[in-house]
Every structure is written in structure tokens, then in C-alpha cells.
């Protein structure tokens, strides 16, 4: 089994354990960030309409009332851009949070994937250390077979040399040296021979070395594709993360907006109810 596969399941534990506390995160990274209702602004329009309801039955002026609706517009609009602010601070620290967790994970997947990628490494030099050492051992053991053979049959010549030198008769002479002839020419068909078989073994270990190198690029690719694709689906957790946050800004947002509204609505209301003093 390939030792990439066998790690293959340690990224996307990695990548939804990362998934889970950007889940959670985002609470304690909340808790920086203060709530409208206590802000200076906030605090200001909600004390200015109760001093309006208070003043609701007082005879006032005209002008006076037109002083008061002016001052009930400005703390209204502080109080709307104070929960502008927060939500542009809070949707950055969001972005920010979601940015961190994914290159967490992104980090996390990458560290793994290089564990992976050390491990084929290791794996594919394994087998290529293998195939030299057998294209070495089988060498050494076709040099070793022919060089017996020639050695046997260098042999073979020097001793029917040594009779040929003592044979009596030009017959047997010429006998003699029909028989080194072809004592030599098989050891010329023996060192063709072993340069066939050394030919063909190169060859062999050649194709097998080609065949690990594919074999290594394959599996290194397959790795690498895996681990973009882990880190494209945390790039698409995340944002879906970060959307549904700011989904829930705004609407928060909305609510306040809803609020601050309300409050404006109430404090022209109690202007309204102002009898206009002569």
C-alpha cells in the first residue's frame, strides 16, 4: 500500500478539527468588540428622549422645539454611525478570524502533505536503491559466469597449446589446433554473449528506474492535487462561515437601525406633544 494513502485520511480530520474551532472562535473574538447599547452615543439618544417624554406636557417655543429636534437628529445619527462603526469592526475581525483559521489548516494540510511527500521519497529511493543493488548483483553474476567459462576455456588452450608443441605428426598438430580454433571462437561467442546479456540487464534496469521515477511523479501529484482540493473545501468552509457571520451582523445591524429608528419616531413624538408657548 502506498504510505500516502495510508495518510491521505489525516487531512480532513485535520481540516474539520480546524473547521470546528473557527466554529467557535468567533465568541470569545465577540466579546472585544462592545455592544451598541453601551456606547456613549447610544447611552446619550436614549437619556435626550426620556428628557424629551419628560418635557412632553411643558409649553415650549417654537424655536425651542426646532432646538430640540435638531439635537434629537444628531445624537440620532451618532447613534446610527456608532452602529455603523461596530459593524464594520466586527465584519473585519470576522474576515480576520476566518483568515486565520483557514491558513491554520492550510498550514496543517501542507505540513501533512509534507510528511506524505517525505514519506514517497523514502519509499521510491527505497526501491531504486533495490533495483541498483539487484542490477548490480545480477551483473556481478553474468561477469562472474562468463569470466569461469573463459577462464575454463583459456585453460582448455593453454593445454592443448602444451600438446600441440608435443604431437608427433603434422596430423595430429593440425587436430590439435582445430580444437583451439574453436576454443576460441567460443570464447569470442561467449564475450558477445556477455555483452548481449549485459546489454539487455542495463536495459531492464533502464526501464525499471523510469517506471519508479513515473511511479514517484504520479503519486507525488496525486498527493499534491488531494491536498489543493482539502484546501479549496477549507477555503469554501470558511467563507461560508464568514458569510453566515455577517449574515447575522446585519441582521443584528438591522435590528439596532430598527431601534435607533424607533427611538427618533418617539422622542418627535413627545416633541410633537409640546404645547407651543406664546
Known amino acids: 500500500m502506498n504510505p500516502s494513502r495510508r495518510l491521505r485520511p489525516l487531512v480532513p480530520l485535520a481540516a474539520v478539527a480546524l473547521l470546528v474551532v473557527a ?6 473574538n465577540a466579546a472585544d468588540i462592545p455592544p451598541l447599547s453601551s456606547s456613549t452615543q447610544y447611552k446619550a439618544l436614549v437619556k435626550f428622549v426620556e428628557k424629551l417624554h419628560g ?29 455603523t462603526a461596530l459593524f464594520n469592526r466586527a465584519k473585519k475581525a470576522a474576515s480576520a478570524e476566518a483568515q486565520r483559521a483557514f491558513k491554520a489548516g492550510a498550514r496543517t494540510i501542507r505540513s501533512t502533505e509534507a510528511g506524505e511527500l517525505a514519506a514517497l521519497r523514502m519509499e521510491y529511493d527505497t526501491r531504486m536503491d533495490r533495483a541498483a543493488a539487484n542490477y548490480q548483483d545480477e551483473l556481478g553474476r553474468i561477469e562472474d559466469e562468463f569470466d ?7 585453460k582448455e588452450i593453454k593445454r592443448l597449446r602444451n600438446q600441440k608443441a608435443n ?12 580444437a ?9 561467442g561467449d564475450r558477445k554473449l556477455e555483452q548481449e546479456e549485459i546489454a539487455d540487464l542495463k536495459a531492464g534496469y533502464r526501464k525499471e528506474k523510469e517506471a519508479i521515477r513515473a511511479a514517484k511523479a504520479s503519486a507525488t501529484k496525486l498527493v499534491q492535487q488531494d491536498d489543493d482540493a482539502a484546501i479549496a473545501r477549507l477555503r469554501d468552509d470558511h467563507n461560508r462561515i ?37
Open 55 to 83: 418635557l412632553a406636557n411643558t409649553p415650549t417655543s417654537a424655536s425651542q422645539k426646532a432646538v430640540y429636534e435638531g439635537q434629537l437628529e444628531s445624537k440620532h445619527e451618532a447613534a446610527v454611525n456608532k452602529s
Open 148 to 154: 569461469g567459462r573463459i577462464a575454463t576455456l583459456r
Open 23 to 28: 466554529l467557535l472562535a468567533p465568541s470569545a
Open 167 to 178: 604431437a608427433k605428426s603434422a596430423a595430429q598438430k593440425t587436430l590439435i589446433e582445430e
Open 180 to 188: 583451439i580454433e574453436r576454443r576460441i571462437d567460443r570464447i569470442a
Open 242 to 278: 464568514y458569510n453566515a457571520r455577517v449574515r447575522t451582523l446585519q441582521s443584528k445591524r438591522a435590528n439596532q437601525l430598527s431601534d435607533l429608528e424607533a427611538k427618533l419616531d418617539a422622542g418627535r413624538a413627545a416633541i410633537e406633544r409640546m404645547p407651543v408657548s406664546g
